[in-house]
């Protein structure tokens, strides 16, 4: 993990912490009151395009992936609310690779310069935790609109391989990238809650933005950092319990 984004993420989070867990030792509002949800969705992560005309060209395209979810929030007032929210998401990649370098000895002829394939594949998975706040737009008949602003962590496991093979034959797979890192996260949120009672139904749209991912790259002849910012567009469907 990366200690540099840690500690940035670190001061976020504790800001963030504060923001939500103070107001529940403060007086309460008329509306006050504790809740908890759960909920699942698909998760549709934008490409990445890295390229670098010293080392290599990599471009990966996600495929729709999914994402589960849950929180626990605490009504401040009737319009205003404060959640922990806790998710997983996980997508596998494919794309394009291509070092930009000319080797002396063509490849597939050493044991350290395999013929690398210009597909590769692999997947990303992230965990993270974020302090929300949700502001909740007048009811219009069972439906509650909401809006909602959050800042938090995420860790991010990314694996890219290509297959390497040899002029005798023998192939194997070739690893780009095989890394994680733990990043500052930002969270826009828009949605709607059905009511039931102390029971909503839940339908929300999420956009999550982080910092630079900052992992190692690399191919048979180059080495790249490969930073580009992960960028999460998730809709989810759930179930909210008033207690």
Not at 37 to 52: C, P, W, Y
Not at 60 to 66: E, I, K, Q, V
Not at 91 to 103: E, I, K, S, Y
Request: contains cysteine; proline residues 3%; hydrophobic residues 40%.
């Amino acid at each position: 993990m990366g200690m540099r984004s840690c500690a940035k993420a670190g001061c976020g989070l504790a800001f963030v912490g504060a923001a939500i867990f103070m107001p529940m030792s403060a007086q309460a509002g008329e509306g006050a009151g504790f809740y908890g949800s759960l909920r699942a969705g698909t998760s549709l992560l934008q490409s990445m395009n890295f390229a670098e005309a010293s080392t290599a060209n990599l471009a990966l395209n996600p495929a729709a992936g999914f994402v589960v979810g849950g929180a626990a929030g605490f009504h401040v007032t009737d319009d205003l609310r404060l959640e922990l929210d806790l998710s997983y998401a996980r997508n596998d990649l494919v794309g394009r690779f291509q070092q930009n370098v000319q080797a002396f000895v063509p490849c597939g002829q050493v044991a350290g310069n395999p013929c690398l394939s210009s597909r590769v594949d692999g997947d990303i998975a992230s965990t993270s935790g974020f302090g929300m706040a949700y502001y909740d737009l007048p009811v219009i008949g069972p439906l509650k609109p909401h809006l909602g602003l959050g800042v938090g962590l995420v860790s991010v496991d990314m694996g890219v391989g290509a297959s390497a093979t040899m002029n005798n034959g023998t192939a194997s797979r070739f690893t780009v990238i095989d890394g994680s890192n733990t990043l500052l996260g930002y969270r826009g949120d828009i949605g709607v809650a059905y009511d039931l009672g102390d029971i909503d139904l839940t339908l929300g749209y999420t956009y999550t933005l982080t910092d630079r991912l900052g992992v190692a790259g690399k191919g048979t002849l180059v080495s790249f950092d490969f930073d580009r910012r992960p960028t999460t567009h998730a809709i989810s469907a759930g179930v909210s319990y008033e207690f």
